[in-house]
C-alpha cells in the first residue's frame, strides 16, 4: 500500500528517535537508570510531536486545497465543508460595496490555519478540529487508533507537563513505548490511505 509523504518522514521520524533515544537494551527486571527513563520520557514526547506533525501537514494539505480551489474559482469539498463549518452570515440588507465572498472565504481559512497553529495534540478532540472542519469523514476512522492516539496523547502530556523528578519517581518500562508508537504506525497506515484517498477525490 502506498503511503504518503507525510506517513514517509513520520516514519522515519521514529525510526530515527529510537535509534537517539533507546539505544540500550532491555531489563526485565525493569531496574532502568534515570537516565534510560529520561531518555524513554524524550523519545515519548518527539514520537507525540512526530504524530502532530503528520495530522497538522494533512489539515494544512486540505486548506491549501480549499486555498487554491477558491482562486481558481473551483468548488472543492475541502473548500465547501469549510466555508459551511466557519462562516454563517445574514442576509445583505443592501448591495455591498466589495465582494463580500471573498472576505468569507479567506476568513474560513484564516481560522482554520488558526486551529492547525494552535494545535497541541493528538487526541480524538485535536483530530476532529483539524480535519473535520475541512470535510474529512472521520466516522470511518478506526476507532481503535483514535482511543490509543488520546491514550499517547494522555502518556506524553504526563510527561510534558511534569518536573523530571516526578517522572524518574514513576517506573515505566521504555520499551513499552516502543511497542505503543509501532502499533500506533501500523494503524495510522489505513488512516493515511482514507486521507490520501479524501485528497484525490476532492482535486
Not at 49 to 69: C, H, K, N
Not at 124 to 151: H, K, R
Request: aromatic fraction near 10%.
Amino acid at each position: 500500500m502506498p503511503v504518503s509523504t507525510f506517513f514517509k518522514t513520520m516514519s522515519s521520524g521514529f525510526k530515527r528517535l529510537d535509534k537517539t533515544f533507546l539505544s540500550f537494551s532491555p531489563r526485565h527486571a525493569g531496574d532502568y537508570t534515570v537516565r534510560q527513563l529520561s531518555m524513554a520520557a524524550a523519545y515519548t514526547i518527539f514520537c507525540h510531536g512526530e504524530i502532530e506533525a503528520y495530522m497538522e501537514g494533512w489539515a494544512t494539505a486540505f486548506t491549501d486545497l480549499a486555498e487554491t480551489s477558491w482562486r481558481a474559482k473551483k468548488a472543492t469539498r475541502p473548500l465547501v465543508h469549510l466555508c459551511t463549518f466557519h462562516e454563517g452570515r445574514k442576509t445583505p440588507q443592501s448591495v455591498p460595496a466589495k465582494d463580500i465572498w471573498n472576505e468569507v472565504v479567506f476568513r474560513a481559512i484564516a481560522k482554520q490555519r488558526g486551529v492547525i497553529a494552535n494545535n497541541h495534540g493528538i487526541k480524538e478532540q485535536n483530530i476532529c478540529e483539524l480535519l473535520s472542519p475541512l470535510g474529512f469523514d472521520l466516522t470511518a476512522v478506526d476507532g481503535i487508533l483514535l482511543n490509543d492516539l488520546s491514550a499517547f496523547g494522555t502518556l506524553r502530556g504526563q510527561h510534558a507537563h511534569s518536573s523530571h523528578k516526578a517522572q524518574i519517581g514513576t517506573t515505566f518500562d521504555p520499551f513499552d513505548r516502543r511497542s505503543k508508537v509501532r502499533g500506533l504506525e501500523t494503524l495510522m497506515l489505513n488512516f493515511d490511505n482514507l486521507l490520501s484517498s479524501y485528497m484525490r477525490a476532492a482535486k
